[in-house]
């Protein structure tokens, strides 16, 4: 495997680089307070942007690993922040990652969340040499699965009762799939 870190990643639509200090408004504002983004997440809508800020800082020193694969989503036609895609488990000794991401409501159903999928996917295969990706959903949040699928990663396994949903307070399942090299 490659120890490449977090480079960046170029689509037709879409810039995956590195988080800066200086996303922090940009970032608040598109998905951290977000409210319809976070409630399938494992953390809350940020409550202003100084916490946001603290969150981007978290990941600012983890950059110098070279294992640590995390990057903003910027647009392209206005470079505009709209989400987030990152390796969010790592095994060396497996061989895999798994990966996590969120969007801003606002961009959702527009095929960016699937164009950044394909190219974590194609840059965890090829470049670090991974030999599997996974990623899960909730089973109410049925469109990470079709983005899943769309990025061509196979359904694996539904876990029930897996996962508490913020709104409801239910148990709900956990859907996983994945695409080997």
């Known amino acids: 495997m490659n120890g490449i870190g977090t480079q960046k990643i170029e689509t037709d639509r879409l810039i995956l680089r590195r988080f800066g200090i200086e996303d922090s408004a940009k970032v608040y504002k598109n998905w951290t307070s977000d409210s319809l983004t976070t409630r399938y997440l494992s953390w809350d809508t940020h409550e202003n942007e100084a916490v946001t800020r ?3 800082k978290s990941k600012l020193s983890l950059y110098d690993n070279e294992f640590f694969f995390d990057w903003i989503v ?3 036609e206005d470079y505009e922040p709209i989400g987030e895609i990152s390796c969010v488990k790592f095994s060396k000794f497996h ?3 798994e990966m996590g991401d969120c969007y801003g409501s606002k961009y959702w159903n527009l095929g960016y969340g699937t164009e950044a999928l394909k190219a974590f996917i194609k840059y965890m295969l090829k ?3 991974v030999d599997i990706v996974i990623a899960c959903h909730t ?3 049925a469109a990470s699965g079709r ?3 769309k990025a061509g990663m196979r359904k694996d396994a539904v876990l029930p009762n897996y996962f508490v949903n913020k709104e409801t307070g239910k148990r ?3 859907v996983y799939y994945s695409i080997e090299r």
Do not use: F
């Open 74 to 76: 910027i647009r392209k």
């Open 95 to 97: 061989r895999l990652c």
């Open 139 to 141: 089973e109410s949040n």
């Open 147 to 149: 983005i899943m699928e």
């Open 54 to 56: 603290e969150y981007i």
């Open 172 to 174: 709900e399942a956990q």
């Open 127 to 129: 470049k670090v040499e």
